[in-house]
């Protein structure tokens, strides 16, 4: 039998102190100082520099919880930039890279094995090299041997999970040098501000009724979760809420985003996970079909209940046909029976908004994971999965 979520450990302080213990909530709850120490130790590493490079292209190496940082650059930069701009995990580089552009690897450590071949690959073909990741790491070294630039993070008691906004505000800053996205100063500063509002809101001490990353938590439990999003960073929420629910709160987990996965994710509505035909007749699914929610269902003859569909909307609070779209998506799910969580964030600004849905999706994935008994940092089969590829 697998690990039964038990809500009450989310209102014991002690519980999940003693479950936490790799500290993962006290490394989401730095995320603000996150973005303030690293802007700091951007500018001293000398990242103005690129404001004098007028590159080609740009290239953003990145892989496993470094992702995000990828998909963030490229989110910034789609309406602004006149230059290709394009992520890369592993590999070759592409084939265009060269001496009139700029590679920028980020990764946690400094020692994910691909992002380091791809900076050294960017160092042999002579690009602007801008590294991200441990001080006195591997890629710190490629990048000096490059003389390129390197903005050094803190890596104690934080993972590549926990640690995105500490990646991503030299990237965000580096694309704010190049003039190729707004983010500068000014705008980290109101970014480190709402993830520590968030952090505020999410903190442990703080009871499910009332914090809304334990009521997420308690709303994916023994649910199969369908995570869209909606606005001009949907994409770059929705990849990062699912990778957060499925390796740190161990659910599998499908995601979308609007426009394009509007009919993907509303056709599973009456699929095999889908609440059942009213009427009791199994709807497509035939006759030999049992509703997911039918409280006569023997557990021994008919086997498990399957998991409900849970749609967790992340919705952009701007206008526009993707809001209305969203709309529409909530609204067929809620008529399907499907159970919808709203995540909604105040601010004017899409990077804010992005960054209200990413710390409270992190946080109710790590909740998810408590409530189970986990500590959401270690995983005993991620252990093995890195012995296999020597990471």
């Known amino acids: 039998m697998g690990a039964v979520f038990d ?9 999940l102190q003693a479950l936490d213990r790799g500290e993962t909530l006290r490394a989401l709850a730095g995320a603000g100082a996150q973005v303030r120490r690293t802007a700091a130790a951007a500018g ?22 470094s992702v995000a940082v990828a998909d963030l650059f490229e989110a910034v930069s789609r309406g602004a930039a006149a230059l290709p701009v394009q992520s890369c995990s592993s590999g070759s580089l592409p084939g265009w890279v060269g001496a009139l552009d700029v590679v920028l690897a980020v990764s946690q450590s400094g020692r994910a094995a691909g992002t380091l071949a ?4 960017a160092a042999r073909r002579g690009a602007f090299l801008v590294t991200v990741g441990a001080a006195d790491s591997p890629l710190a070294d490629v990048c000096a041997r490059a003389h390129g630039v390197h903005v050094p993070i803190a890596v104690e008691g934080s993972s590549s999970r926990t640690s995105m906004w500490a990646q991503a505000t030299p990237a965000l800053l580096a ?3 190049m003039g190729i996205a707004s ?14 509002a968030a952090a505020t809101d999410a903190r442990p001490g703080s009871e499910s009724f009332v914090n809304p990353a334990k009521v997420l938590a308690v709303e994916l439990a023994e649910s199969t979760p369908i ?14 809420a699912a990778a957060m629910i499925g390796r740190t709160g161990r659910l599998p987990v499908a995601h979308g985003c609007l426009p394009d996965a509007a009919s ?11 609440p059942g035909d009213p009427d009791g007749d199994g709807g497509s699914g035939g006759s030999g079909s049992r509703r997911v929610d039918d409280i006569f269902a023997d557990p021994f003859l008919d086997g498990p209940s399957r998991p409900p569909l849970r749609l967790i909307m992340l919705r952009d609070s701007s206008d ?15 008529d399907a029976g499907v159970r919808v969580s709203l995540v909604d964030a105040p601010s004017a600004h899409p990077l804010l908004r992005l960054a209200h849905h990413v710390a409270l999706t992190d946080f109710a994935a790590s909740y998810l994971a408590l409530g189970c008994g986990f500590d959401p940092a270690t995983s005993p089969h991620v252990g093995m999965l890195r012995g296999a590829r020597g990471a």
């Open 44 to 65: 001293e590493a000398g990242l103005d520099r690129l404001r004098d490079v007028e590159p080609r292209g740009v290239v953003v190496a990145a892989a496993g919880g």
């Open 320 to 334: 526009g046909a993707s809001h209305r779209l969203a709309d529409t998506v909530v609204s067929v799910a809620e």
């Open 227 to 240: 995570v869209l999003g909606d606005g001009p960073f949907g994409d770059v929420a929705a990849r990062r």
């Open 183 to 196: 983010t500068g100063q000014a705008t980290l500063g109101e970014l480190a501000d709402v993830l520590d």
């Open 175 to 177: 694309a704010d040098a």
């Open 118 to 121: 791809l900076a050294a690959e």
């Open 264 to 274: 993907q994710i509303v056709a599973c509505f009456d699929g095999p996970l889908a």
């Open 7 to 15: 809500e009450g450990r989310l209102d014991d302080e002690d519980a």
